[in-house]
């Protein structure tokens, strides 16, 4: 297993659950007005990180790429919409009471990646990684069963975002680069919602609500940056397995904003915790095993032949 993948993609899930505590913080700014500005604090922060690590030329050599190659500006069509909604998403169901509905989305997702990953990409899976995978399949469908449907915001992280990650990878635009394009592309949109409705005096509303948004666009930037590097580092399967942890966490914030897991749903949240469980348990049996791997077959000892070393 990556472990550079493995260390950002738990980096970015740690981030994502703060954001969602800190984004029901924000009132009076509502969910579109986060929206507005988190893309307009998180385009010239990534473009600061990227020139501090010397790794400008992430976001200037994918211009030249669409620049030579109009074409790829109808996968922008897709995916900056599409990334501009999740973030949208990420900040209005907060405020709104649907945080345990975007933490099953998010429960979901993972098992859609990896099942993409399996058969769309044929990407190997260990013993335990199935085993997760049809315990977190038994636990949605549980769900699904209960409640008669799903409802339109887990579908929209489920089947969304896994089509924005595919196109991305497939067209080769799953880079940082990328994903500062389709943030600039939604600048003109951001400015229009940030300050729309007295977007900018519920900004400055008061100290601790420019603080907090201020925090939120630290969080946003690290956040994105960690999410993509990761599905650009792991594959398919680890990807999507690992992504089980930030739902975990967003459902301990949605806990923490007052929320409750109804009685009849513990079967499912049991469930999809326990498939996170098995997956942790596989995490530490790969690296041990890679850890073995590298180091080499243990050699047995012998006994050295000669005239005995001074000492």
Do not use: C
Not at 31 to 59: C, D, E, H, N, T
């Amino acid at each position: 297993m990556n472990r550079r993948g493995l260390s950002v993609s738990i980096l970015s899930s740690l981030t994502f659950a703060v954001f969602a505590l800190v984004a029901a913080l924000l009132a009076p700014l509502n969910g579109i007005q986060i929206w507005g500005w988190r893309i307009l604090m998180s385009v010239p922060g990534i473009l600061l990180a990227m020139l501090v690590a010397k790794r400008f030329y992430w976001f200037t050599d994918e211009f030249r790429r669409f620049k030579a190659n109009p074409k790829l500006l109808l996968v922008y069509l897709f995916t900056a919409p599409m990334l501009a909604a999740q973030m949208w998403l990420f900040g209005w169901a907060p405020q709104h009471g649907y945080t345990l509905q975007v933490s099953l989305g998010y429960f979901l997702l993972p098992l859609v990646m990896v099942l993409i990953g399996r058969f769309m990409f044929n990407e190997s899976m260990s013993p335990l990684a199935w085993v997760s995978t049809i315990v977190a399949l038994s636990a949605v469908a549980f769900e699904a069963y209960r409640t008669g449907a799903v409802g339109w915001v887990v579908l929209f992280i489920a089947v969304g975002y896994p089509a924005y990650f595919v196109l991305r990878r497939v067209t080769k635009t799953d880079g940082v680069g990328a994903l500062t394009w389709e943030l600039v592309f939604a600048i003109p949109f951001a400015l229009y919602y940030a300050f729309a409705e007295g977007g900018l005096s519920n900004a400055l509303h008061s100290v601790q609500t420019t603080t907090l948004l201020l925090t939120l666009g630290v969080l946003s930037i690290i956040g994105l940056v960690t999410y993509v590097l990761a599905a650009k580092l792991l594959s398919y399967v680890v990807f999507g397995l690992l992504s089980y942890l930030e739902p975990a966490l967003v459902t301990s914030v949605a806990v923490l904003l007052g929320e409750r897991i109804a009685p009849e749903q513990w079967p499912t949240y049991i469930g999809i915790w326990t498939a996170v469980a098995i997956m942790a348990v596989d995490g530490v049996l790969a690296a041990v095993s890679h850890r073995r791997h590298a180091l080499g077959p243990a050699r047995p000892w012998r006994r050295r032949r000669g005239p005995r070393a001074d000492v």
